[in-house]
């Protein structure tokens, strides 16, 4: 019996907990019957979409707390009620939960970029954008930054939202259940463009998004552990508040806004 192998396993585990990972060994892709599909040994991931059914996948591995960077390039042209999901979650009935949802458009009308936070199972906290690019014509990065005092949404670096760890005010807030990155494209024509008005244009189906450049750190030693906004990154944060959100949950004047609106 070889004493040094357990040894060697523990310090592998914690050299790998970084992992650019290549799609083949990253993920697993778990519905949609051939309509997902790893390319370019693994450096390409794309998930399409037709009348008969969308597809997804999911991370093998789970994280609690951690940093997940991923390029997508969304559904080119008319891609009106089609949405691509991308997440973290914990599943079940009190899951946790960080959205990422892209709402399609026809051509040349805005996608909307959907965000949401679920502690416990209580979501409700949209906050929805327009991007400062057209997210169909090229790849761009989304990053989620999720540490124990909070969770940060970028886009290509830019923060775009901010979710604190306000446990001190009785708001509960993810940070027991380990999550995996989930990914879906899928049909929600009944509500997804203009809510519900424009239909999908079958015609031009199969619809495509693409995945490239997935990367997860979940090391407690990297510097997304302790990450917070600096005074350049809230100035941005407000950049994109000012011209670029289209609604948020705490200035919704149909609902009575939770307590962390108030903070
Ligand atoms: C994506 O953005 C994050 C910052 O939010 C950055 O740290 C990371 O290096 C970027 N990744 C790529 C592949 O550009
Ligand atoms: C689609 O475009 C219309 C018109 O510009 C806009 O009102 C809407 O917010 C856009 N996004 C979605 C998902 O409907």
């Known amino acids: 019996m070889n004493i040094m ?48 059914s969308g597809s997804g996948f999911q991370s093998k591995s789970e994280y609690l707390f951690g940093r997940i960077d991923m390029k997508i390039k969304l559904v080119p042209g008319n891609s009106a009620g089609t949405v691509t999901a991308y997440y973290l979650s914990s599943l079940g009935p009190t899951h946790d939960e960080i959205d990422f949802e892209f709402l399609g458009n026809v051509s040349g009308e805005p996608y909307t970029l959907h965000t949401n936070v679920f502690s416990q199972g209580k979501g409700n ?97 990297g510097s997304w552990w302790s990450q917070s906004l600096d005074a350049a990154g809230a100035q941005k944060l407000k950049w994109v508040h000012d011209n670029y959100m289209i609604y948020d949950y705490c200035k919704d004047s149909r609902r009575a806004p939770p307590p962390e609106c108030f903070l």
């Open 5 to 52: 192998l357990p040894l060697l396993v523990i310090l592998l585990s914690l050299l790998t907990v970084t992992t650019f990972a290549n799609f083949n060994n990253g993920v697993d892709i778990t519905w949609g019957g051939g309509r997902g599909k790893i390319a370019e040994g693994g450096e390409l991931l794309t998930l399409s979409l037709d009348k008969v």
């Open 125 to 221: 906290r949209e906050q929805q954008f327009y991007l400062w690019f057209d997210p169909r014509m090229d790849f761009h990065n989304y990053t989620v930054v999720w540490n124990p005092q909070q969770i940060l949404f970028y886009v290509d670096g830019t923060p775009i939202r901010v979710f604190k760890n306000n446990e001190a005010h009785g708001i509960p807030y993810p940070k027991a259940q380990p999550m995996k990155l989930y990914s879906s494209l899928w049909a929600a024509e009944d509500w997804a463009t203009r809510g519900g008005l424009v239909k999908t244009d079958w015609s031009k189906a199969p619809f495509v998004a693409a995945y490239r450049g997935f990367s997860a750190d979940s090391s407690p030693k």
